[in-house]
């Protein structure tokens, strides 16, 4: 071959090469499963609540470090910070800023400063009063005044409501993205269908290596999902849906998939079902080739390698980001939990990020959000779509990734010294696989020695009195105030019949199986009837705590709190939305007999609905509630809060653990101080 001609086939071989690579890098740069902005990388993704009214999307990105700061100072660290960070953006080939939004509407997660948070409305908290009574009253908000600093910077960070001048302000940049012509990489176009149809395409396709199957009988025929630890939300690419907000269905949302579908099968759930749910942080030392990965190891996992889940709802609360402070600075073993908040914010400068540190993380990297900051994932949504705490704790609900345990509270409580290990002890001392701790919390003040920060409380609340009160969106069970008071059970929980939203501690399980019903806007009453209900026909059964491990901070405890905004500033927005939340609510737990119930909305009852382990008249005969003429058996916390409950039907808690067999309970409860 002459040299013109080896030439020639070196150049064209080279044409070929460039060509290919050319093909390569262009695929490479193919926007991934959302859409991107013009200034993110392969790894960004830009998810988007869209206006169904409009043609065109409005994305508002958020800046990645938007921490504010006490003082001027900070926000100039902050500012040299961001600096920074976009210069290391210029370099680099990834970031991991995830922004969900529309005009003025935003959700944001930061994952190259693996800022991850999941969230839940805590405006909405039930808790002890003055009294060391629980009261659910909802102006009663919390206070997160005892910091995990310093005692020096107790009164100029932790105790300290942010001032308007405090909080920095931002021109957001609008940006134009198309959401529907986006097409997903690597996973089947049927992934991006609505709700829970996408769900099942995306549990269908990975079933052979990220399910687990149950060898049970044919009545537990549910599929586990695979389960990670560490995890988070930012880098779920496929694994997030559209749902149509609940108070104004021209808004479309992209929220997280569920983890997991309900696992009960409509049937008392087996253990070795049970078993499968629960992430251990480290896999067993024993594992095989076939398990290696395999941290869903049951009762066999360690105690203190049992992962935690924290969902936390928060509506406009200034203290969110003390609570979470408050969660890992007072582990015994941070390294095992994951916080989720869903942070409910107007995004123009007037309210705090959940997940901003206190102060500048350059300046104390011993922060809990700049130490565990991969630890939590945030959910953030403009405050004008918030509807109540029953659809934000949805989100949270749906932000839950297997952990072991799964807890849930209001965005302004404290936590006691080595509340992990406590509250999971206290759990196992039920020896009830289906057992829930809850209870309205106690009032902060007085509660935590502020040197050692273990609880000065002999007392606890229990859950044992509600009654039917009426208004605009009818008649419905609301509790009221419970007693609190030194335990009549000394030797682990208390059985009670009612479940509490502002503390609730279980196996992940109860979370999966009886999940929020995202069809309920602007409730706030009524959400605990709902869960606990729904819960107790599935199987769970409720205890109070033995002692307290966390303490709820009051509004009329303190006026810092008396500024913080509450949902319902949105009510006229949502108007009339409630009343119809409010006959889907009693029509699922069959409280509204008189009811055609042809005229309320049964969407996605199969998920959001009851079990058949027990039923709703079993409940209410139980407990002395008459859903006809609405009223209820007083005093049943003469029958609870003695002991005589826990001690007559804890003696048939089944023998694998597995909940108490209520189909041997006779007992219906009358109130004694009634003549007949």
């Given at each position: 071959m002459s040299s013109y001609h080896q030439k020639g086939v070196i150049l064209s071989a080279c044409i070929l090469f460039m060509y290919v690579?050319?093909?390569?890098?262009?695929?490479?740069?193919?926007?991934?499963?959302?859409?991107?902005?013009?200034?993110?990388?392969?790894?960004?993704?830009?998810?988007?609540?869209?206006?169904?009214?409009?043609?065109?999307?409005?994305?508002?990105?958020?800046?990645p470090n938007n921490s504010h700061h006490d003082d001027p100072s900070s926000r100039q660290a902050q500012q040299q910070q961001q600096q920074k960070q976009q210069s290391k953006e210029a370099?680099?080939?990834?970031?991991?800023?995830?922004?969900?939004?529309?005009?003025?509407i935003m959700n944001q997660w930061t994952d190259d400063d693996d800022d991850d948070a999941i969230a839940v409305d805590d405006d909405d908290d039930n808790t002890?009063?003055?009294?060391?009574?629980?009261?659910?009253?909802?102006?009663?908000?919390?206070?997160?005044?005892?910091?995990?600093?310093?005692?020096?910077?107790?009164?100029?960070?932790?105790?300290?409501?942010?001032?308007?001048?405090?909080?920095?302000?931002?021109?957001?940049?609008?940006e134009s993205?198309?959401?529907?012509?986006?097409?997903?990489?690597?996973?089947?176009?049927?992934?991006?269908?609505?709700?829970?149809?996408?769900?099942?395409?995306?549990?269908?396709?990975?079933?052979?290596?990220?399910?687990?199957?149950?060898?049970?009988?044919?009545?537990?025929?549910?599929?586990?999902?695979?389960?990670?630890?560490?995890?988070?939300?930012?880098?779920?690419?496929?694994?997030?849906?559209?749902?149509?907000?609940?108070?104004?269905?021209?808004?479309?949302?992209?929220?997280?998939?569920?983890?997991?579908?309900?696992?009960?099968?409509?049937?008392?759930?087996?253990?070795?079902?049970?078993?499968q749910i629960g992430t251990c942080i480290h896999a067993?030392?024993?594992?095989?080739?076939?398990?290696?990965?395999?941290?869903?190891?049951?009762?066999?996992?360690?105690?203190?390698?049992?992962?935690i889940y924290v969902a936390i709802a928060s509506y406009r609360d200034w203290q969110c980001r003390f609570t979470v402070e408050s969660i890992f600075n007072r582990a015994r073993y941070p390294e095992r939990i994951r916080v989720g908040v869903v942070d409910q914010i107007v995004d123009d400068g007037m309210d705090y990020h959940c997940n901003a540190p206190i102060t500048d993380?350059?300046?104390?990297?011993?922060?809990?959000?700049?130490?565990?900051?991969?630890?939590?994932?945030?959910?953030?949504?403009?405050?004008?779509?918030?509807?109540?705490?029953?659809?934000?704790?949805?989100?949270?609900?749906?932000?839950?990734?297997?952990?072991y345990y799964a807890m849930q509270v209001d965005a302004h409580v404290s936590f006691v010294q080595d509340w992990d290990t406590d509250i999971v002890h206290q759990l196992q001392q039920t020896g009830d696989e289906m057992a829930v701790l809850t209870t309205y919390l106690t009032d902060f003040q007085n509660s935590i020695d502020p040197n050692t920060y273990q609880s000065l409380r002999h007392t606890r609340p229990i859950m044992c009195n509600t009654d039917y009160e009426g208004g605009v969106q009818g008649k419905h069970l609301r509790h009221l105030s419970q007693p609190e008071g030194v335990p009549n059970i000394n030797d682990m929980p208390q059985l009670e019949p009612y479940w509490a939203a502002g503390f609730s501690f279980s196996r992940g399980h109860?979370?999966?199986?009886?999940?929020?019903?995202?069809?309920?806007?602007?409730?706030?009453?009524?959400?605990?009837?709902?869960?606990g209900i729904r819960g107790f026909t599935i199987g769970y059964d409720y205890f109070a705590s033995q002692n307290s491990i966390c303490f709820h901070h009051y509004a009329e405890k303190d006026p810092k709190r008396a500024g913080v905004k509450h949902f319902w500033e949105n009510a006229n927005k949502y108007s009339g939305t409630g009343k119809i939340a409010m006959a889907r609510l009693l029509g699922i737990v069959d409280m509204n007999p008189e009811t055609d119930r042809s005229t309320w909305n049964h969407a996605e009852e199969d998920r959001y609905g009851l079990g058949k382990v027990r039923t709703t008249n079993t409940f209410y005969e139980t407990f002395g509630i008459d859903v006809v003429s609405k009223t209820t058996e007083h005093h049943l916390c003469s029958f609870v809060d003695s002991g005589k409950m826990h001690n007559q039907f804890m003696e048939h808690l089944r023998k694998d653990g597995m909940g108490i067999d209520y189909s041997k309970i006779t007992y219906k409860f009358k109130d004694p101080r009634k003549n007949y």
């Open positions: 690579v050319g093909l390569m890098i262009s695929v490479w740069h193919l926007p991934g499963p959302f859409p991107t902005g013009n200034n993110h990388s392969r790894k960004s993704a830009t998810l988007t609540l869209r206006n169904n009214k409009e043609n065109g999307v409005v994305v508002v990105p958020l800046n370099d680099s080939s990834s970031s991991n800023s995830l922004n969900i939004s529309t005009t003025g002890a009063d003055d009294d060391n009574t629980a009261d659910d009253d909802d102006d009663d908000d919390e206070i997160e005044m005892e910091n995990n600093f310093e005692k020096e910077e107790e009164e100029e960070a932790y105790g300290t409501e942010p001032e308007d001048d405090d909080i920095e302000n931002e021109n957001p940049v609008f993205n198309n959401h529907n012509q986006q097409k997903e990489r690597g996973l089947d176009d049927k992934l991006r269908g609505d709700g829970e149809d996408a769900e099942k395409a995306f549990q269908t396709q990975s079933q052979p290596q990220n399910q687990i199957q149950s060898s049970s009988s044919s009545n537990n025929n549910s599929v586990v999902p695979k389960s990670i630890w560490p995890v988070t939300i930012n880098n779920e690419d496929g694994r997030w849906v559209d749902i149509q907000h609940p108070g104004d269905t021209s808004i479309t949302m992209t929220v997280p998939q569920f983890w997991s579908a309900p696992v009960h099968d409509h049937t008392l759930m087996t253990r070795e079902k049970a078993m067993a030392a024993e594992a095989n080739n076939n398990d290696d990965n395999n941290l869903q190891r049951g009762d066999r996992c360690p105690v203190d390698d049992r992962t993380c350059d300046t104390k990297p011993d922060q809990a959000l700049c130490k565990y900051k991969g630890q939590v994932d945030v959910f953030q949504m403009d405050a004008s779509l918030g509807v109540g705490p029953v659809f934000a704790r949805h989100i949270g609900h749906r932000m839950y990734r297997g952990e109860f979370v999966v199986n009886v999940p929020y019903d995202p069809y309920q806007p602007m409730i706030f009453q009524g959400e605990e009837m709902s869960i």
